[in-house]
């Protein structure tokens, strides 16, 4: 007798980003689908890994990450995203800031909750919902710039509104929300009492002088928002899965709950690995990464308008949304096959980030490459000129 697997997996779409990074592999391209940020590891970083292994700190950690870590992060948040933040009850450490949204929409929505997002939206922030069986309710921000309406946020609130999901900067767009857009944001969330939850893992990536701006600083936000970051972007260690939530305490307790069940901790000698960073980087470490790749996202939208490719010039994170409509296709997923067969760059298709007719007309390139990597994707990209 035969069984079908569970429905929420029905319910979920593959991802478009691991497809392309796969399509890539096989033509032995330059991925610029997936953000795995191959530019070098700072060295307090992996000595802080290194000299945790060597002094046998390689069991579990407490569910909610070593109290090192924790009190980095604490600082951290006071000194940059000015929340005040008890890392002995508000922190919790999990496997990535993927993971920490995911145990914080399994601790605090129940199926049928709907969930506001801002078009286009991280693929994965979708999944999440689809799998704690919350519903989506998209609210549309409008190219180059991704502005949105307050009215359509206003209209998008109905009874079953749950939380609002915020990502500053944005995966895919580049999008830096503004404090006169967040604090439109709160004063939603205040009046409909709903959580906010804020996905801030490229809170360093900031161009042309921009500020990065936590809502849970907003009076009346720190007890309904989850504050959502991690180190995977700003230290180029994708694999290592660190990232963490901050909350109320009691809204904490109950994510950290769910992020013991899920993985019980994240990796040990990994953790201290990151406290290092956090606590041996100075501001100069952050200040150049943002010039940096300013730099590369300056190079990368020059080759890009040469090539016909129109970009919406991103505001902060590593990411850079194009307009392919010039390429052969019907959709942006044939658009982006057909530039990795002509140049061997992959893209990632913009219908994987957009509910309507928008992402046809889109790709999404990631440019947290090396510097000999991203000048070789620039002249295979210029040549479709």
């Given amino acids: 007798m035969t069984r079908d697997g569970n429905q929420r997996l029905a319910r979920l779409a593959q991802s478009e980003i691991r497809a392309m990074t796969l399509a890539c592999e096989q033509v032995k391209g330059i991925n610029m689908a997936q953000g795995v940020c191959d530019t070098p590891v700072p060295p307090p970083v992996i000595q802080g890994a290194q000299q945790a292994m060597e002094k046998g700190l390689n069991i579990y950690t407490r569910y909610d990450g070593a109290a090192e870590l924790r009190q980095a992060i604490a600082r951290k948040l006071a000194d940059y995203n000015r929340i005040t933040a008890d890392p002995e009850a508000e922190i919790t450490v999990s496997a990535g800031a993927t993971g920490s949204f995911h145990c914080a929409c399994l601790a605090l929505l129940n199926p049928g909750d709907e969930v506001i997002l801002f078009e286009p939206y ?4 979708i999944s999440a919902l689809v799998a704690v069986e919350a519903v989506p309710r998209i609210v549309p921000t409008i190219a180059p710039d991704w502005v949105f309406s307050q009215r359509d946020l206003e209209r998008a609130v109905t009874g079953r509104t749950k939380a609002i999901v915020a990502n500053t900067p944005s995966n895919p767009s580049g999008k830096v929300f503004s404090r006169k857009e967040l604090e439109g944001i709160a004063d939603l969330a205040r009046r409909h009492d709903l959580f906010v939850l804020t996905d801030e893992i490229y809170e360093y990536f900031l161009f042309d002088g921009r500020e990065h701006v936590s809502i849970a600083t907003m009076p009346g936000m720190a007890e309904r928002t989850i504050t959502i970051g991690g180190y995977s972007k700003t230290f180029s260690i994708t694999g290592w899965r660190i990232g963490y ?10 994510i950290g709950s769910m992020n013991d069940l899920l993985y019980v901790c994240a990796p040990t000698p990994l953790q201290y690995g990151v406290a290092a960073g956090i606590n041996e980087l100075d501001r100069s470490f952050y200040e150049e990464l943002a010039r940096d790749y300013q730099a590369k996202r300056d190079q990368f939208c020059r080759a890009l308008t040469k090539a016909g490719l129109l970009p919406s010039i991103p505001q902060g994170a590593y990411y850079v949304l194009a307009d392919v409509s010039r390429l052969p296709g019907t959709n942006s997923k044939e658009r982006a ?3 990795l067969a002509k140049t061997g760059v992959a893209g990632v298709p913009g219908e994987a980030f957009f509910e309507g007719a928008d992402g046809k007309r889109f790709i999404r390139f990631c440019f947290a490459k090396t510097d000999e990597d991203l000048a070789e ?5 210029e040549r479709l000129s």
């Fill in 122 to 125: 991280y693929a994965y922030h």
């Fill in 245 to 254: 939530s901050v909350a109320q305490a009691r809204w904490a307790q109950m």
């Fill in 337 to 339: 096959m057909h530039l």
């Fill in 377 to 381: 994707a620039c002249r295979r990209i």
